[in-house]
């Protein structure tokens, strides 16, 4: 089925060590986005992308960076994990203002980190 | 700027009886709104949207909405609840932007047998 994929579904690291989460949409979707989801937090965004080869912060980037080489794939990197970046990640993509549900965002199944 | 309230952290009801799950918000612009159900271990599902035309709106799995602008709610409601309907509800605006999305803090619905 059409939709936004997210790999891996779970990682356990070590403080310090780093990786990289991986969003893939088939929808030529312009906008992507990765938010976290902490209990009774809700979602925070922590980056966007309004295109390909465009990043921008949203409202909780430190610690983490992003990158969209190609339209269909959005990259969250985490440099030196530290265990408040325990969290469940999402990704999610929506079209641009003026196509057909322009609104409404399509979210991946997430991405369960712990940091030890 | 936005900003978006989900007045109950926790809402417990039998099956069967009606649903309410309320939302308040804000917004500097005539906003967009929108309630995502998420089940246990699952991504966000779009459940219905509000997006500046019939002030009803309805959604699936039978759920509704009622936009409000001199309260200045979105509250959700269902007539009659089912199992299936425990999971997580975000409210969520959309102002201007990008990045316009802000999600509320999430309603645990809980369905009791």
């Known amino acids: 089925n059409a939709g936004v994929t997210q790999t891996p579904k779970f990682r356990v690291l070590k403080t310090g060590q780093s990786m990289t989460l991986l969003c893939a949409q088939d929808?030529?979707?312009?906008?992507m986005y990765w938010y976290r989801q902490d209990p009774g937090m809700g979602l925070r965004l922590i980056h966007y992308?309004?295109?390909?080869?465009?990043?921008a912060k949203g409202e909780v980037p430190d610690g983490y960076n992003v990158s969209r080489l190609k339209k269909q794939n959005f990259l969250l990197g985490l440099e030196s994990a530290a265990p408040s970046q325990t969290s469940v990640y999402f990704c999610?993509?929506?079209?641009?203002?003026?196509?057909?549900?322009?609104?409404?965002?399509?979210f991946g199944a997430g991405s369960r980190l712990t940091v030890l | 700027a936005q900003s978006v309230t989900q007045l109950d952290s926790h809402v417990s009801v039998s099956e069967g009886t009606p649903v309410l799950l309320r939302c308040n918000y804000s917004?500097?612009?005539?906003?967009?709104l929108f309630w995502y159900v998420q089940h246990p271990n699952k991504g966000l599902q779009l459940l219905l949207k509000?997006?500046?035309?019939?002030?009803l709106v309805k959604g699936i799995n039978g759920f509704e909405a009622e936009f409000k602008k001199s309260e200045t709610s979105f509250h959700l409601t269902k007539p009659s609840a089912h199992m299936s309907d425990a999971a997580e509800y975000f409210c969520?605006?959309?102002?201007?932007?990008?990045?316009?999305?802000?999600f509320g803090k999430g309603t645990h619905l809980i369905i009791q047998p």
């Open positions: 999610a993509s929506r079209a641009t203002a003026y196509r057909s549900g322009a609104n409404v965002l399509t």
């Open positions: 929808m030529n979707h312009e906008y």
């Open positions: 992308s309004v295109g390909e080869g465009t990043t």
């Open positions: 917004s500097s612009y005539s906003p967009s």
């Open positions: 509000y997006t500046s035309a019939a002030t």
């Open positions: 969520v605006v959309r102002g201007g932007g990008a990045d316009g999305l802000t």
